[in-house]
T-cell receptor, first 113, second 115 residues
Framework: DVKVTQSSRYLVKRTGEKVFLECVQDMDHENMFWYRQDPGLGLRLIYFSYDVKMKEKGDIPEGYSVSREKKERFSLILESASTNQTSMYLCASKTGQGFTEAFFGQGTRLTVV | AQSVAQPEDQVNVAEGNPLTVKCTYSVSGNPYLFWYVQYPNRGLQFLLK??????LVKGSYGFEAEFNKSQTSFHLKKPSALVSDSALYFCAVTIRRGGYNKLIFGAGTRLAVHP
């Protein structure tokens, strides 16, 4: 079975802190994604990566950056956490073909206080 | 703009009755369409997808979806709902942007199945 693992289920951070969310997949997938999920807004794409060291901005990249140094790992970085970044963060991975489904991690619920 | 829409925030249905969760899309070219389900405090689980061929697609847990090209819809259906089907359902579509495939989601529909 494909496994996508996010490093934390719950995180509480202070405003202004630098926050790292880690995601690891074990299926050699080319594409990896970070979404945030907020009630009534569905899943919004923050960043995605189509290969090692390659990244593309999604629909809401402001305040975030990403790193993909190895194919299996995709990190989301909040440079200076703010309260409006309190949300559920979901990582996903899939092959490069458009017709394949994505596999999701269990999610990280981040609270910024 | 390429997008996917779920017009209902919530769908309520009695156990044993058929259910429908609606999805419409707007994409250029042939769409690749997906349904996912999310149980509380969990990630998303893949249910089914339409790539090409038969307009009726069968998936996990007895769910199926009907692709309708003329109405640009991909509604999720189940003949007989279970209380355990209560969850958040997301429709998604692959779009081609900047030479890469991106997966975009609707806002989600909460399904509540009552005993």
């Amino acid at each position: 079975d494909v496994k996508v693992t996010q490093s934390s289920r719950y995180l509480v951070k202070r405003t202004g802190e630098k926050v790292f969310l880690e995601c690891v997949q074990d299926m050699d997938h080319e594409n990896m994604f970070w979404y945030r999920q907020d009630p009534g807004l569905g899943l919004r794409l923050i960043y995605f990566s189509y290969d090692v060291k390659m990244k593309e901005k999604g629909d809401i990249p402001e305040g975030y950056s990403v790193s993909r140094e190895k194919k299996e790992r995709f990190s989301l970085i909040l440079e200076s956490a703010s309260t409006n970044q309190t949300s559920m963060y979901l990582c996903a991975s899939k092959t490069g073909q458009g017709f394949t489904e994505a596999f999701f991690g269990q999610g990280t619920r981040l609270t910024v206080v | 703009a390429q997008s996917v829409a779920q017009p209902e925030d919530q769908v309520n249905v009695a156990e044993g009755n058929p259910l429908t969760v609606k999805c419409t899309y707007s994409v250029s070219g042939n769409p690749y369409l997906f349904w996912y389900v999310q149980y509380p405090n969990r990630g998303l689980q893949f249910l089914l997808k339409y790539i090409t061929g038969d307009n009726l697609v069968k998936g996990s847990y007895g769910f199926e979806a009907e692709f309708n090209k003329s109405q640009t819809s991909f509604h999720l259906k189940k003949p007989s709902a279970l209380v355990s089907d209560s969850a958040l359902y997301f429709c998604a579509v692959t779009i081609r942007r900047g030479g890469y495939n991106k997966l975009i989601f609707g806002a989600g529909t909460r399904l509540a199945v009552h005993p």
